[in-house]
C-alpha cells in the first residue's frame, strides 16, 4: 500500500511567530506524526502551498485539482484548512479512480492538546477502506463534500 | 453512529509511579484523546481490565470475548495492550455481526510523543468502514486475527 | 513562603481561535504549571490584564503599579508580554521593600516545546533567592531594568 | 555566566521501552529543556551515570563527588534520581567554592506533564543566586542536605 499526502496549509500546520506577534502556516507536522505512529506502510509527501484556508483563490483550488489529478497514486490524502476544505472537496470530484481524503485540523499539530494526531490516524485508514470518491474527514466522521458544514461555535463539522 | 470502546489495559494506559519506581496501568486516555478531537458521534465506555497484555489469562480473554459477545452496539473499539492484542483478537472471532476492531500503542498516551492518538484515530475510521469481522489497527495498518506478528525491534506490527 | 502572581497577558498565555484564524490572550496557563510541578509553597494568583504587550497603554501599566504596589506579599513574580517587559519593569522600580520577577515566554505554555514551563520555574527560584527589587528573569538570566534588550531574531533577551 | 551540568539518572530522564515492559533510564533530556529555553548562557553537560537513584552505591556517589571536585566550574547543577538525592548532596558538601544545586524530577521529562522543565528552570535560578554551599531544588523550594525528606505520599519533598 502506496499513499500520497499533499500539504496545502491551514490551521494543522500553523505555528507562532513572536516578533510579529502573528501566526501563520509553518512547514507540515504531517510527517513527524507519521514517524512517531512509526507506520508500516509507505507515503510520498509534497507540499503544494502554505495558505489559511480563508485565503485560498480559485487559481490556489486549481493548482491542488491539478497536482492530485496528475498524480499516479490511487490513495490520496489531501491536508487543508477547515473554513474552505468543502469548497476544495466538491472540485476534487472531477477526478476518477482515486479515493481523495480531506482532513485538517481545528487546533494546531504544535499545540499540547490538538486534533491533528487523531485527524490523520483517522484518515489514514479512511483512505484505504473507502471506495473511490472524495470525501471530508473531520470529528471523526466521514463526509461527503457538499454535504457538509463547519459549526463555527462548536469547532465542529457536521452533516448538512 | 455509535461506537462502544472496552479498554482492557496495555501500554496505550500506562503510567508511572515514582515511589515504587514502576510503571503500571493506570486510568484509560481514551476519553481524553476523543475529547481533544472534539469529535461529532455518540460512544459508549467500559474499562474491563487494566493488565499488560502479558499478564493475561484465558481467564481474561474469555471475559473479554463475555463483554464484547453481550453488548449491544455493532461497532467496537477493544483498546489491548499489544504483546498478545492477536491472541485475543482470535478468539473475538467467535463473535457474529459485529466490526471489532483491536488497537493500542507502543508509548503511553501520557507521553509527548505517542502513537495512540492516532492509533484511536485510526481505529475510529476503521470501525465505521470495514465490514463485519475483527480486525487489528496498529501502524497505520488494518491486519486480520492470526495474519500478524509484532515485530520488537522495529516495535511494529507486519503481516505474517 | 509565599509567593503572589500577577499575569498581564502576553505570549505565555497566548490560544488559538480557529473560527477567526486569529491569535488572542487567553486564560493564564501559570496555575496548571505550578499543578504539575506540584510546589510546596503557597501562592495567590490574580489575573490583571489579557494584553499581547505591544497593546500595553500607559493606564495599564499605572494599573499594574497600582497593583503590585498595593499588594501584601513581598515577593511578587508578573507574568508578562515580552516586547514591552522592561517599560512596565521600569515604571516597578518605583516600589520599595518587595522582590518583583518579570517574566514571560518566546512560545505559547499551550505548545509542546514551550519555554513557559522552564521560565515559571526559573522565576520562582529567583523570586525567593534575590534581594529587594526588580528584575526580568528571562532565557535562563536575570536582568535589570532598562539593561536588556529583546534580540528579535535571537528570540532572546539580551545584556545591554 | 557558565554553568556545568551533571546529569547521574534518575526519573527525569527515565523512558519506556515496550519490548521489555520495563522503564529505563534513558538519554539526559536536560539539553533538550535547555534548547527549547532558548537559554542565553554558556554551560557544558556531562554524563556520569543513567541509574535509579535507589540503585546508586557508595562507589557511586563517590565518582560524582570525584567528578564534581574535579571541574573547574563555580555552578554545578546535579540532576538526580529523588530517592537517594539528599545522601549524595550530604557527600557533596565536602567541596568548597561551589555552588551545587541537585534538582531531578518526579515524571519523566518525555511525559506530556512533568516537572522536568520547571525544575530545570529553578535549578538555573537558583545556581546562579545563591551563596556556595550544596542545595537540593525540588517542587519550587530550596533545601539544605540532611535538612529535606520526600514525602512518596505527597510526591513532594518537604523540611525536616
Chains 1, 2, 3, 4 share one sequence.
Request: zero cysteines.
Amino acid at each position: 500500500m502506496r499513499i500520497k499526502i499533499f500539504a496545502t496549509g491551514g490551521t494543522i500546520d500553523k505555528v507562532y511567530f513572536d516578533q510579529k506577534s502573528t501566526y501563520q502556516v509553518g512547514e507540515s507536522r504531517v510527517a513527524e506524526i507519521l514517524r512517531v505512529a512509526n507506520i508500516g506502510f509507505e507515503y510520498e509527501f509534497e507540499s503544494i502551498l502554505k495558505k489559511d484556508s480563508l485565503d485560498m483563490t480559485g487559481e490556489d483550488r486549481q493548482l491542488i485539482l491539478d497536482k492530485v489529478k496528475g498524480d499516479s497514486h490511487e490513495l490520496v490524502i489531501v491536508t487543508h484548512g477547515t473554513d474552505s476544505m468543502d469548497l476544495t472537496a466538491r472540485e476534487l470530484q472531477a477526478i476518477e479512480n482515486k479515493v481523495i481524503v480531506l482532513t485538517g485540523a481545528m487546533q494546531p499539530a504544535k499545540f499540547i492538546s490538538s486534533d491533528a494526531e487523531f485527524n490523520i490516524g483517522f484518515a489514514v485508514a479512511a483512505v484505504q477502506t473507502l471506495p473511490y470518491g472524495v470525501y471530508l474527514a473531520m470529528n471523526g466522521r466521514i463526509f461527503r463534500p457538499g454535504k457538509v458544514r463547519k459549526n463555527p461555535d462548536l469547532q465542529r463539522f457536521e452533516s448538512l
